[in-house]
Nanobody, 119 residues
Framework: QVQLVESGGGLVQAGGSLRLSCVVS????????IGWYRQAPADRRELVAVTYSDGTTTYGDSVKGRFTISRDNAKNTVFLQMNSLQPEDTAVYYCKSRGLRGVVWQDYWGQGTQVTVSS
């Protein structure tokens, strides 16, 4: 099993910054992608940013240029630096990882951390 624990959420004013962390533990061998998704009330869960085992990254269109994903492999931790936050960034942010288990791709999710941006 794989466990993901997020931290760093909170309340911030528009224009401010937050840094989220996700610590990954358990059977981490073979995890090929890890990143962040978010879900606002009544909305679908959407991609924020992911990083792949080869170092490449993908960002959602709404956060490009404002958010940066990074990872510390030695600490099994992924970070999301969020700058220029806007009220529309308010959501629960989830850490997600994916790995091949035999012949099946398995997704793992954290419990989420709330980010609230006030105007």
């Amino acid at each position: 099993q794989v466990q993901l624990v997020e931290s760093g959420g909170g309340l911030v004013q528009a224009g401010g910054s937050l840094r989220l962390s996700c610590v990954v533990s358990g059977s981490t061998r073979g995890l090929s992608v890890i990143g962040w998704y978010r879900q606002a009330p009544a909305d679908r869960r959407e991609l924020v940013a992911v990083t792949y085992s080869d170092g490449t990254t993908t960002y959602g269109d709404s956060v490009k240029g404002r958010f940066t994903i990074s990872r510390d492999n030695a600490k099994n931790t992924v970070f999301l630096q969020m700058n220029s936050l806007q009220p529309e960034d308010t959501a629960v942010y989830y850490c997600k990882s994916r790995g091949l288990r035999g012949v099946v791709w398995q997704d793992y999710w954290g419990q989420g951390t709330q980010v609230t941006v006030s105007s």
